[in-house]
């Protein structure tokens, strides 16, 4: 994956959507930090598969007895 500055890209954004489209994937960084991934169109995560993971992931989650949630986003603990 090749990667650009953020202001370079804000001056050749046209040409990172078209090789994008082509199949690159293009890091942007700012301030020397990758920040943002540009990728093809049909490879981008859909929200209907995020959500089908983020249930899988409830399912196999062990429960623990006497833990509340909020109790723990108060503690700092989350």
Do not use: C, H
């Amino acid at each position: 994956m090749r990667t650009i500055g953020l202001f370079e890209a804000k001056q050749k954004l046209s040409e990172i959507v078209e090789r994008a489209t082509e199949g690159e994937r293009i890091g942007i960084t700012r301030r020397g930090k990758l920040a943002a991934i540009v990728v093809p169109a049909g490879s981008a995560v859909r929200l209907k598969d995020v959500f089908n993971d983020i249930e899988q992931i409830r399912k196999r989650a062990r429960r623990l007895k006497g833990v509340i949630a909020k109790s723990l986003i108060e503690d700092g603990r989350v």
